[in-house]
């Protein structure tokens, strides 16, 4: 059983980085055909795909954060990390992160339970 949990400081000042780590236990980052991905969820607003990195260490972003975000990973610690430079209020939402099986097209298939990262102004 595939198992994710997030954590990070709970509480940021604007303009700071927002940094997250997601630990696996129960399956491997570098195991194949698998993406690691961020999702995160404002208060009252729908989820919002942020960015992933795949087994094989290559990383996507979305358009919208491209000049803020980075995805990284620890392979001995089997973790991967979000970090969120020049935050604002509106970056506070709860921080996901997922698996995402890339041979089956039902996409993520286990999920952390979220840590909720406020930003205050």
């Known amino acids: 059983q595939v198992q994710l949990q997030e954590s990070g400081p709970g509480l940021r000042n604007s303009s700071q980085t927002l940094s997250v780590t997601c630990t696996v236990s129960g399956g491997s980052i570098t195991a194949s055909y698998y993406a690691w991905s961020w999702i995160r969820q404002p208060p009252g607003k729908g989820m919002e795909w942020m960015g992933s990195i795949i087994y094989e260490g290559t990383t996507h972003y979305s358009p919208a954060l491209k000049s803020r975000i980075s995805i990284s990973r620890d392979t001995s610690k089997n973790q991967f990390s979000l970090q969120l430079t020049s935050v604002t209020p509106e970056d506070t939402a709860v921080y996901y992160c997922?698996?995402?099986?890339?041979?089956?097209?039902?996409?993520?298939?286990?999920w952390g339970k979220g840590t909720l990262v406020a930003v205050s102004s």
């Open positions: 997922a698996r995402e099986d890339l041979s089956d097209p039902r996409g993520m298939d286990y």
